[in-house]
């Protein structure tokens, strides 16, 4: 029995763990114009939108942890908005780089995912997004928060462990491309936003406050890693 399920382990390791061969350049073609289709359009990417604040408000839980802080809780909204609470010092590296992970976390989920995919590791790709969704949930503090993160874990359970690898294969390109594309968008809405003089406590606003650097800079750098995961994880993802 022993024998039996540690060469089941060593068996699952080896999947997980392994390479899986590069799909068609036309499914890496197909997939990014899949997810132009769901970010450009305003009404489509008013729901695809929560996969990006589901990022987002992760990178906020997930950075207060590494620096010290205690993460309280996590929420999520229908207007695609969330909120990440943690207690520690109310300034600091800690809560500048808290404060800083929200607006980066997608395209730079998105370009690591890039370069597992460069190197053909798919499953494992599938599985530590579904790994970080659970953990997620575990924070997650209203329904609508937990029903999004359970179907958004779910889905990527069933690709895990059901489809075959070209389906796995074309999800992953999905989702890591619509990472990248849609985590360039939310820095220029806000960007909008503020110029209509909306959004005065954003991430921008608190960044600036805790740092005595201006919210344009911090804009900039939002910008700036969100376009550079995208070309850099673009070439990752086209070149084949």
Partial sequence: MDTTA??????????????????DLWVVIATLIAALAVVVPHNVWRISRN???????????????????????IRLHSDTSGLTVSRGKPHGLGMILTAAAGYTAPPLLG??????????HITLLLWLATALLVAMLVMIRNAYGALTVVLTGGTFLLVSWLAGPQVQAAFAYAVVWFLLVGGVRPA??????RSRGGAGDSDADQLSRLTHVPAGLW?????????CSLIGGG??????
């Fill in 6 to 23: 540690s060469a089941s382990l060593a068996s699952l390791w080896d999947q997980v763990s392994g390479s899986q061969p590069d799909p």
């Fill in 51 to 73: 996969a990006v604040t589901i990022a987002h408000e992760g990178g906020h839980g997930l950075i207060a942890l590494l620096t010290g802080r205690q993460l309280t809780g």
């Fill in 111 to 120: 370009l690591g995912g890039a370069a597992l995919l460069a190197v053909g």
């Fill in 188 to 193: 220029f809405e806000l960007q909008a936003k």
């Fill in 219 to 227: 804009l900039f750098l939002f910008h700036a890693v969100s376009l």
């Fill in 235 to 240: 070439r990752w993802l086209l070149e084949m």
